[in-house]
């Protein structure tokens, strides 16, 4: 290929923008059509807040431009045709002459296209007499008095044949009809009713309409309403749940804070570990971020009831609550971080579930790779891996549209609702419907736990874990796009940095 192909291939493919109207226009537009963003939004599959953007002057590019300048020229079609016309004057007839007269490809007095003229006259096909005029294709006369046929004839059903055969009877199990029943969607493992609101996507809607589609001043005020939106939310996905909780338990002291603004005594395990030491050379790490942590964790074993107090070296399974512990000694740190994190002081510590479960199943035939922790008192209450689940399921739902969407403002108004309902479920003033501050531990706990499990499964895949570092940061050196996947859902991970450590090792000069 010459270059003046290659010119000649790349003015072929090109195409100019297809222009829109002024922002100001497309609204009027919509409206004239009384259409909620909504309505459109889902009809060019982006979001609501999309369709604000597009109203407040930024422009859609691709694909979806085209569709949006498609919908914009119909509806200023449809409104054009919509508005009153001027009547038009015209002239009597003259005296004499049919105003509508039938021709051979003409319409008859009610506009009927299937009417028209015959040359010559033919038998009706109702009455027999001669016709001049054929309708639907059939020779018939237009005026009831000039047919022979008697009116009962012509508009009743003639019987049916004394020898056709009776109407079969209805099955004894009908098949279902369509229409009256319970409309259903999909919702994660599960369905829902298809009319349940979608309180997250109309809290959307209204926060655009309230600001004009401003996408900053909308989503601010969504973030200062995050508690309050996912405690609704909650209420929603818990209707028909299979089991009651104790929204405000008595709490032991081990959950109480000892000072005005300090901790309580429990120990999340919250991971702060840095590799000691590298092999020789330069090393090229790659700073990975985990995405929706705190979301995924949300799923993990949670107590219903009041916690109730036990003593001795026993762990039930059904049950979920804080443990005091002597935790093993881990022998790892060199490669991969302790499941308990950074703790400088020994002995016994208070521990959630999610951290009692990781030691317990590291300490297993599986992994070996401790010993058993030593449980000396728990607070457990019976539990549910499954209780906040929907909860969950709706949240991870609405942030996965909002990324395929870029719909910013959805997306930072889900993670305000996740992250702030985990934050503010023990001693705050900003939820005063949910006080469980064992559930805050737990959730924190189990964020931390999912973190130490893609180390490990970094370190299994022969990867080198450099760091590890709160609920989503995870420093690796090799190639880790062969162990997880890359992206902005919940179960993959993006690059939050690439950085090099080390020095190049010179050549063997003797060599």
Request: net charge negative; charged share 25%; glycine share 8%.
């Amino acid at each position: 290929m010459t270059d003046f192909d290659a010119i000649d291939a790349l003015l072929a493919g090109a195409r100019q923008e297809v222009p829109l109207p002024p922002a100001g226009e497309r609204r009027a537009l919509r409206e004239g059509l009384n259409l909620s963003r909504t309505q459109l939004a889902r009809a060019l599959e982006v979001s609501p807040s999309t369709v604000a953007g597009w109203e407040s002057g930024r422009d859609p590019s691709g694909e979806v431009r085209e569709k949006y300048a498609y919908f914009l020229k119909g509806a200023r079609t449809k409104l054009a045709a919509a508005a009153p016309a001027e009547p038009e004057e015209t002239e009597p007839a003259e005296a004499g002459t049919d105003p509508h007269p039938v021709s051979g490809g003409g319409d008859d007095g009610d506009g009927d296209d299937d009417v028209v003229a015959l040359p010559a006259p033919q038998p009706c096909v109702l009455c027999g007499q001669p016709a001049r005029h054929q309708v639907a294709g059939f020779p018939q006369h237009l005026d009831p008095a000039q047919c022979g046929t008697p009116e009962r004839t012509r508009t009743t059903r003639p019987a049916r044949p004394a020898e056709e055969p009776p109407p079969r009877p209805a099955p004894a199990h009908p098949r279902p009809q369509t229409g009256g029943g319970v409309k259903v969607v999909p919702a994660g493992r599960r369905l829902k009713t298809a009319d349940d609101p979608d309180l997250i996507a109309a809290a959307v809607t209204a926060a655009l309409d309230q600001h004009g589609g401003d996408i900053e001043a909308a989503t601010a005020a969504l973030v200062r309403r995050a508690i309050p939106d996912a405690m609704a939310l909650l209420d929603q996905t818990r209707k028909g749940g299979r089991y009651d909780i104790v929204a405000h338990p008595w709490l032991p002291d081990v959950l109480r804070k000892q000072t005005s603004r300090g901790p309580d005594q429990i120990w999340e395990a919250r991971p702060k570990w840095t590799r000691a030491e590298l092999p020789p050379g330069a090393h090229e790490v790659t700073a990975l971020d985990v995405n929706g942590a705190y979301l995924s964790a949300l799923k993990t074993h949670l107590p219903l009831g009041q916690l109730e107090h036990s003593t001795g070296n026993q762990h039930d399974r059904r049950r979920a609550g804080v443990h005091l512990i002597t935790p093993p000694v881990w022998e790892h740190d060199a490669y991969l971080p302790n499941p308990i994190g950074s703790r400088d002081e020994p002995g016994p510590l208070w521990v959630t579930e999610p951290t009692l479960r990781l030691l317990l199943r590291l300490s297993g035939p599986k992994y070996g790779l401790c010993d058993p922790p030593e449980i000396h008192e728990s607070w457990t209450s019976g539990a549910t891996e499954g209780l906040l689940e929907k909860f969950r399921v709706a949240l991870k739902e609405a942030r996965d549209r909002a990324i395929a969407h870029n719909d910013d403002v959805t997306l930072e108004y889900v993670k305000a609702m996740y992250s702030k309902f985990v934050s503010t479920m023990g001693e705050s003033n900003y939820n005063r419907e949910l006080y469980r501050t064992d559930w805050m531990h737990l959730i924190r706990s189990q964020a931390f736990a999912n973190l130490w499990w893609k180390a490990h499964r970094a370190y299994d895949e022969g990867l080198m874990v450099v760091r590890a570092m709160g609920t989503d940061e995870l420093h690796v050196i090799g190639d880790w796009r062969a162990v997880f996947p890359e992206g902005r859902g919940v179960s993959e991970v993006k690059v939050k940095d690439v950085y090099t450590v080390g020095t190049p090792v010179a050549a063997d000069q003797d060599v």
